[in-house]
């Protein structure tokens, strides 16, 4: 069975400083991965998402992350964190013989420090 | 916008009403979805139609029923519904194989 595990409720980084939002999923035979970002009161924001070839993603906003097969992890980064940035981020998991079935993080809060 | 368009994007119910949510994609998908998302809880996969036809349907109580007239157009048709049930509805539609979801607004539903 698909799962995804985001080990952390809630990141705290100060602006301008790194940011990585941790992923790591479980899935049979080579996933699709996904980011998603979600401000309050409003759907989920398309970030960028992982099929294949290079194995480091760049996505909007500045976002980029790291598909890594062998821990099977999907860090979402960022060299530079801003305020704008605080939100909801959900990691997703797409396997290639369950074609439409998305399966999602439970999300991690992040919140940026002025 | 993300090409999803849901109405109503706030819906007000008592627990005998009969009601239905709305989902619009102009992206020309193949694949349309309702989430279910509560506070603190993952959100949970409710129903896929693929083609307009219904391809998972994740153990969702029948007081929930779904209908797809159409690739452009996905319906949450709702009765007898529970407190429980107050929840932000999300709509997704994607292409094929590995496409993104594109997600609308949601609709904030509370059950009274």
């Known amino acids: 069975a698909q799962s995804v595990a985001q080990p952390e409720d809630q990141v705290n980084v100060a602006e301008g400083n790194p940011l990585t939002v941790k992923c790591t999923y479980s899935v049979s035979g080579n996933p699709y991965l996904f980011w998603y970002v979600q401000y309050p009161n409003r759907g989920l924001q398309f970030l960028l998402k992982?099929?294949?070839?290079?194995?480091l993603v760049k996505g909007s906003y500045g976002f980029e992350a790291e598909f890594n097969k062998s821990q099977t992890s999907f860090h979402l980064k960022k060299p530079s964190a801003l305020v704008s940035d605080s939100a909801l981020y959900f990691c997703a998991v797409r396997g290639m013989d369950s074609s439409y079935k998305l399966i999602f993080g439970s999300g991690t809060r992040l919140l940026v420090r002025p | 916008e993300t090409g999803v368009t849901q109405t109503p994007r706030h819906l007000v119910m008592g627990m005998t009403n009969k009601k239905s949510l709305k989902c619009e994609q102009h992206?020309?998908?193949?694949?349309m979805y309702w989430y279910k998302q509560s506070a603190k809880k993952p959100l949970e996969l409710m129903f896929v139609?693929?083609?307009?036809?219904?391809?998972e349907n994740n153990s969702v109580p029948s007081r929930f029923s779904p209908e797809c007239p159409n690739s452009s157009h996905l319906f949450l048709h709702l009765h007898t519904l529970q407190p429980e049930d107050s929840a932000l509805y999300l709509c997704a539609s994607s292409r094929n194989t590995g496409g993104a979801a594109f997600f609308g607004q949601g609709t904030r539903l509370t059950v009274v």
């Open positions: 992982y099929i294949t070839g290079d194995n």
């Open positions: 992206l020309g998908h193949n694949a």
């Open positions: 139609y693929s083609l307009e036809e219904r391809v």
